[in-house]
């Protein structure tokens, strides 16, 4: 069964984000891991066989390619347990490795943007609370410059790609 790892300086525990997050146990330093997705590579179809079973236990890793479980059994393994906030304290290095954007406390809830790894069609009542909350979620927030500034550096692999393609033909 695949698994993620959590650092032992977070624990999962009741989110008044979304039922249950990760939070700090003790502090954690900027760029310090906080978790790494484990999974099977899942295809869109694949994806849509397993949804109803696993959940949101998966991350977008390419256009129409993701990573997570695949059996309702693996989903304690493989989950994270990062909610999302639109005032995110963790990004993403690489394609599936979360770290911490600045220094958090002990206590903080550990969160992610998922303009940060998705790129889909899917749009979502947002729950953070966050000052700056945007309310209502897209699949192609990732795509908005106001973003790509404040996360520059926290994109998955990919994403940070497409950014990149399109910068370049606008020039």
């Known amino acids: 069964m695949p698994g993620s790892y959590i650092t032992p300086k977070a624990w999962v525990r009741a989110s008044a984000i979304h039922g249950r997050g990760l939070f700090a146990r003790s502090p954690i330093g900027k760029g310090e891991i906080v978790a790494i997705k484990g999974g099977h590579v899942l295809d869109s179809r694949a994806l849509a066989r397993v949804k109803p079973r696993i959940a949101w236990s998966y991350i977008q890793i390419d256009d129409g390619f993701?990573?997570?479980?695949?059996?309702?059994?693996?989903?304690?393994?493989?989950?994270?347990?990062?909610?999302?906030?639109c005032q995110p304290n963790v990004g993403i290095r690489g394609q599936c490795v979360f770290v911490a954007m600045r220094a958090v406390r002990g206590?903080?809830?550990?969160?992610?943007?998922?303009?940060?790894?998705?790129?889909?069609?899917?749009?979502?009542?947002?729950?953070?609370?966050?000052?700056?909350?945007?309310?209502?979620?897209?699949?192609?927030?990732?795509?908005?410059?106001?973003?790509?500034?404040?996360?520059?550096g926290y994109f998955s692999a990919y994403l940070a790609e497409k950014i990149r393609c399109r910068r370049r033909v606008r020039r």
């Open 66 to 85: 993701f990573l997570g479980a695949m059996r309702a059994a693996e989903v304690k393994r493989n989950k994270i347990w990062l909610n999302h906030s």
């Open 107 to 152: 206590g903080e809830e550990l969160t992610y943007d998922w303009a940060m790894e998705e790129d889909s069609r899917e749009v979502t009542r947002c729950a953070c609370g966050s000052p700056c909350c945007r309310k209502v979620l897209t699949g192609r927030d990732w795509r908005r410059p106001d973003l790509q500034r404040r996360y520059a």
